[in-house]
């Protein structure tokens, strides 16, 4: 009988050792676990930052590329029309330069009649 209470004896320290074994083990896979998820939550925390910071970035960058989108659109309109003016002060001038070359050949032509007809008269008074 005592022989049967030692060797349960025995049987419950092992079993006590074993259970103190196995507690001690999930007690540091539970802190183990409990740092991966404090770390995995902080790291959550900084990707939700980053992603609003990212937003942020992007609404700024969507606001500046629209205003320059609509400054490019109106420098377009306004070379358009400086072109266009350009295009008529280019013809206009070029028609006044044909006009008074125009005019200055006629005046050489009625000059050259001047001069010849001077020339006549001198020549008959002579």
């Known amino acids: 009988m005592e022989e049967e209470w030692s060797e349960g004896e025995n049987e419950r320290v092992?079993?006590?050792?074993?259970?103190?074994?196995t507690t001690e083990e999930h007690e540091t896979r539970v802190t183990s676990l409990t740092a991966e998820l404090t770390f995995a939550n902080e790291n959550v925390s900084r990707l939700e930052s980053n992603?609003?910071?990212?937003?942020?970035s992007i609404?700024?960058?969507?606001?500046?590329?629209?205003?320059?989108?609509d400054e490019a659109e109106s420098l377009r309109e306004e070379l358009t029309t400086l072109k266009v003016e350009h295009s008529r002060a280019f013809s206009s001038?070029?028609?006044?330069l044909q006009d008074l070359q125009t005019q200055e050949k006629d005046l050489r032509t009625q000059l050259e009649v001047a001069v010849r007809e001077r020339q006549s008269a001198i020549s008959c008074w002579a």
Request: proline content about 0%; glycine content about 0%; cysteine-free.
């Open 59 to 69: 609404s700024t960058l969507t606001t500046t590329l629209l205003t320059h989108t």
């Open 14 to 21: 092992e079993l006590e050792s074993e259970l103190q074994r």
């Open 93 to 96: 001038q070029t028609r006044a």
């Open 51 to 56: 992603i609003k910071e990212r937003d942020a």
